[in-house]
């Protein structure tokens, strides 16, 4: 995968964006897991509304 994912995977601003929404959605299953009361403390509204493209909302 090391090999191919600079060949074929995303650049620029593609990649930034790519990093910035699989890091808001680690962050969202990590507190579900660990921390699920403080869930809708801790995140911001933006956040949320990456997540949604991928069928994740606040409620699931």
Do not use: C, N
Not at 1 to 25: H, N, T
Not at 35 to 44: D, E, G, T
């Amino acid at each position: 995968m090391a090999w191919l994912m600079p060949k074929i995977g995303p650049r620029g601003q593609k990649f930034a964006r790519a990093r910035v929404e699989m890091k808001a959605i680690e962050t969202i299953l990590h507190l579900r897991h660990r921390a699920p009361r403080k869930l809708s403390q801790m995140l911001p509204h933006h956040v949320w509304k990456l997540t949604e493209v991928y069928g994740i909302r606040r409620g699931d």
